[in-house]
Structures are given as structure tokens and as C-alpha cells.
């Protein structure tokens, strides 16, 4: 069974960095999307960005300058580097791949169970 899991959150001051990853293990044909969405208590999740496989990225606005995707295809693993942290970036931050099971079966989406990013001072 594919799985996601992420790392790499955790507490940051406001203009700091994180680096998040994720990666898929499992019985994987093809990973088509790989992306970032966040979900801040009383909100709804949200897309943060995300990457094909040719390294189409797609950015929130709201992160745009600060946030760059990116991924390993050969890893199955996708990145999120998040600079000049805010404290409305604070959120729990999911992993999503969008992944080809076969001619039949077409495309499922995975998530990851998440990883706490904190910006406070």
C-alpha cells in the first residue's frame, strides 16, 4: 500500500526556514502532481503549491516569492523550502500525490497524515 510521510516541520521565528519533505513508498506506477496543502485551525485546507513531473509548479499567492517546490522523481519525494516564515503561515502542512495506478484503474490521491509548521516569535 502507498504511504506518504512527512518531515521536516517543527517551531520557527518569523523570517525564518524550513525545509519540508515528503516521500512515497509503496507499490507506485507513476506520481503525477506531488503537492503542499495547509489547513490552519477554523480553516479550510488550502493549496500551498505543487509540481508535476516535468517541473510545472503552481504557487499560492500568498506564498509566492517565499515558497519554492520542488521534487525528486526518482525518490518519489517532494520538497517545500519556505523562507521569510510568517506567523499566518502556521498551519499543518499535508503532502498530496496524485498517482497513475494503472490503464484500468486511472489516477487515486494520497495524502500524508501531516507535519505542524509553527511561526511565532
Known amino acids: 500500500q502507498v504511504q506518504l510521510v512527512e518531515s521536516g516541520g517543527g517551531l520557527v521565528q518569523p523570517g525564518g526556514s524550513l525545509r519540508l519533505s515528503c516521500a512515497a513508498s509503496?507499490?507506485?506506477?507513476?506520481?503525477?502532481?506531488m503537492g503542499w496543502y495547509r489547513q490552519a485551525p477554523g480553516k479550510q485546507r488550502e493549496l500551498v503549491a505543487d509540481?508535476?513531473?516535468?517541473?510545472?509548479?503552481t504557487y499560492a499567492d500568498s506564498v509566492k516569492g517565499r515558497f519554492t517546490i520542488s521534487r525528486d522523481n526518482a525518490r518519489n519525494t517532494v520538497y517545500l523550502q519556505m523562507n521569510s516564515l510568517k506567523p499566518e503561515d502556521t498551519a499543518v502542512y499535508y503532502c498530496?500525490?496524485?498517482?497513475?495506478?494503472?490503464?484500468?484503474?486511472?489516477?487515486?490521491?494520497?495524502w500524508g497524515q501531516g507535519t505542524q509548521v509553527t511561526v511565532s516569535s
Open positions: 509540481i508535476d513531473r516535468g517541473g510545472t509548479t
Open positions: 509503496g507499490s507506485i506506477l507513476r506520481i503525477d502532481i
Open positions: 498530496r500525490a496524485e498517482m497513475f495506478l494503472g490503464p484500468l484503474d486511472g489516477q487515486y490521491d494520497y
